[in-house]
């Protein structure tokens, strides 16, 4: 049997100053009586927890989600005893649920005690997109039960096998794989679409061609803020099967696999929203430049999606969107910058990188062809 591998010896001399205080118990417990560190101390102790807990606070969400418990409360305030005979949870481990809830800020208990929707929790319900994301992570938390087996790349994950439309030709053996894929991504294009156009201006563009933009909700959202823009989409034929009867009418249907076919040409700008992430740079440069042989010179391509931080990195993309992608087994989350290398090694030129005010949904790099 294998003994457990022995970490290194400790070398506080070899770390920042910072560091080396952090790694000293003498410091810890003088900080702890010193009026102007103890309040750091504690902030920084409070907020290790909030990472330790930080699973177990994602499942009680699940929880949350899946008995509706939001959106009974939606309704009207409740009892905990109401809530138990709509849940169907028994009172006491209903009473934890609760609470847990109401310590995530998503529900409050009012002056009589009865079980009311907090702002946040409101706000949950509001924002398209989130409740199918969190019921989405099921998928997700299976393939992180064993975490250490992952990261080595010993997991034969869920993911990879979740989303048809990066392997080709299971998209087109499974429609309904691929339509489950277009329903899940659609919800939460209306914020993509939404903080995309805050960061680029549309309007002096005549022709917009949407590639590999699923069931065309990001289009749906740009048309109804610019209403001279010609729309097109390019996409699997499975996929672009559950565009809506609506939007066929305002958007030109072009299918293809962007790995195996040309991308129409006739637009003067490009956007590929949330799809670089899914694929490998040796993919990621081939399909940049089928972008630049469909653009005209002084076309513009724009990239939308989650962003890693690069040199700092954001807690948002670097531990969510980055664990994801590595699930997927196809993709990784890129930097603004790195993805601004790949635009120029395409031949891309006033490459601009414009951070997203929610990089948790989405920043943008948008480049010219010279």
Known sequence: MNAEPRPPPARPEAQGWLTRFAMSPRFHRLAARMPGLRGLVRREGAELFRVISGFVQSQALVALVEARVLHFLASGPMTTEEMSRRVAVPEAPLEVLLRAGAALKLVARDRKGLWVLAPRGAAFLA????????????????????????????????????????????????????????????????????????????????????????TGAFLAEVGRTCRDLKLALFDMPAVLASVPAGLRDAVTLHPGDFRADPLPIGADTISLVRVLYDHPDATVAALL????????????????????????????????????????????????????ALLHGAGFRDIQQRPGDRPFVTSVVSAVRR
């Not at 993911?159 to 309904?176: H, Q």
């Open 127 to 214: 924002v398209p997109g989130l409740e199918p994301m969190v019921r989405h992570h099921h998928v997700l938390y299976r393939d992180l039960s064993d975490p250490l087996a992952f990261f080595r790349g010993q997991t034969e994950t869920e993911l990879a096998r979740f989303w048809p439309y990066v392997f080709g030709p299971l998209a087109r053996e499974d429609a309904g794989l691929a339509a489950r894929y277009s329903r899940l991504m659609a919800e939460s294009q209306v914020l993509v679409a939404e903080d995309t156009l805050r960061l680029v201006n549309l309007s002096r563009r005549r022709h917009l061609l949407d590639v590999g933009g699923g």
């Open 289 to 340: 430049a089928k972008v630049r042989a469909a653009l005209p010179p002084g076309g513009m391509i724009l990239v939308s999606e989650p962003m890693s931080g690069g040199a700092r990195p954001d807690p948002a993309t670097d531990i969510y969107f980055a664990i994801y992608t590595l699930a997927m087994r196809t993709g990784r989350t890129r930097s603004a910058a790195e993805i601004a």
